[in-house]
């Protein structure tokens, strides 16, 4: 018999539905609960718009300690919180297991208490970090998230006390956190994942006669909706096949911006948003459209992570047009596996995407090696190895 890990996740994500944040621990989820020793489930502090505190999902149990609560009659309920969340990690904790708990973010004054008291009862804590909260002011410009950032910062070397290991998603993560934790906690590189059931075996080797351009993912500045939606418009000005979708959202403050945007283009008859979509809706749209733009523009935040969708747009076998931030041109090669353009650079984005509609059958080759890259290096299973194999040298 190997030995047994109880897997609890936990962290800033919602469940069991959600973003980029949900998807990533749900694929870790399922690359983990059928191994064998190995025994997996959710717990959630506090989330919004929970139908149960509790249930099933894909064959693993999720707990929510608590629902919906406004910020401020959450600074009257910390201690409710707190005594819950303890009560039922001490539940769940196994005398015949190594106790580990997968925390999706970083410390926060919301699990810090928790944190504390899942280390008192001896869970190994891991710690998956996927943004740089020292740039992350760019995320929004609000009071609140300016409180949570601040909070985050004065909070970070709780972490260090508390981890057993941390997760990154990034090389830039991976730098930082080998000199934050001075090298004496071991670091495991888990870049964005994929999960290959979702796409076609082989994707169409043509163009629809009506191209579109397809964007799914969050709105925010760094997301350079504003410049793609201006080399559209470029684009659009000289071929009238073209259409752009989108799907998903972001703050009001990124919206306001976007529809303003939108309504203000020419070609506004050929823009489509589609909204915040289900898995079954966005994953049929991302298999039928033609072109995937991973866009960003040139600050720091944008270089610190790595854009989640650009693993999906891969594995669907159609052409991506990426900026080169972050890691892509770790995994990327120019005119081979995908169309890379420098950030923020709206003729770039135009040029690529003409280069992709003039020349099929480069197209479809650049959309067939991107799957294989996504294959290779993105595949959740094969991430749920490595990551099983982390863990165990805890």
């Known amino acids: 018999m190997g030995q047994r890990i ?5 962290g800033h994500f919602t469940y069991p539905y959600g973003m980029a944040g949900t ?12 191994e ?8 959630v502090l506090r989330q919004l718009n929970c139908d149960s505190c509790s249930g099933w999902h894909k064959d693993v149990t999720y707990y929510i300690v608590m629902g919906a ?16 969340a303890y009560c039922y990690l001490r539940q769940c904790k196994r005398n015949d297991c190594k106790n580990i708990i997968y925390h999706y973010g970083p410390v926060t004054l919301e699990n810090l208490v928790p944190l504390y008291l899942a280390r008192h009862l001896g ?16 995320v929004s410009q609000s009071f609140w998230h300016a409180i949570r950032i601040g909070g985050i910062k004065k909070l970070r070397p709780r972490m260090r006390d508390i981890a ?56 925010g500045q760094k997301d350079g909706l504003i410049e ?19 799907s998903g959202c972001g703050n009001n403050e990124a919206m306001k911006k976007f529809f303003a945007r939108v309504e203000a283009s020419p070609f506004k008859d050929r823009i489509e948003y589609k909204g915040y979509l289900d898995d079954d809706d966005y994953y049929d749209l991302l298999n039928l459209s033609d072109i995937h733009c991973m866009i960003r523009i040139d600050v720091a935040y944008a270089h610190a992570g790595f854009p989640f969708k650009l693993g999906e747009y891969l594995a669907s076998g159609k052409p991506v047009i990426a900026t080169r931030v972050s890691d892509v041109e770790r995994f990327l090669v120019n005119k081979e596996s995908a169309m890379l353009v420098e950030p923020g650079d709206k003729e770039g984005i135009v040029n690529a995407a003409e280069y992709l509609i003039d020349n099929p059958t480069a197209a479809s080759r650049i959309g067939q090696r991107g799957r294989n890259v996504a294959f290779s290096h993105f595949d959740h299973i094969t991430q749920g190895k490595f990551l099983l194999s982390f863990m165990k040298k805890l």
């Open 6 to 10: 109880n897997l609890i996740f936990m």
């Open 23 to 34: 998807k990533r621990i749900q694929h870790a989820i399922d690359a983990l609960k059928n």
């Open 36 to 43: 064998q020793d190995v025994f997996v489930r959710v717990v």
């Open 69 to 84: 609560l406004s910020r401020f009659k959450l600074l009257f309920l910390f201690p409710v919180l707190f005594f819950k």
């Open 123 to 138: 869970y190994r804590i891991i710690f998956d970090i996927v943004e740089d909260y020292d740039v992350a002011d760019i």
């Open 164 to 219: 057993s290991g941390f997760i990154v998603i990034s090389s830039h993560l991976d730098k930082k956190y080998q000199v934050f934790t001075e090298g004496k906690v071991p670091i495991h590189y888990r870049p964005i994942s994929i999960d290959m059931a979702w796409f076609l075996a082989k994707s169409s080797s043509q163009m629809n006669n009506t191209v579109t351009l397809f964007y799914a993912g969050s709105f």
């Open 228 to 246: 793609l939606l201006d080399a559209f418009d470029n684009l659009a000005a000289k071929r009238d096949t073209v259409h752009l979708v989108l």
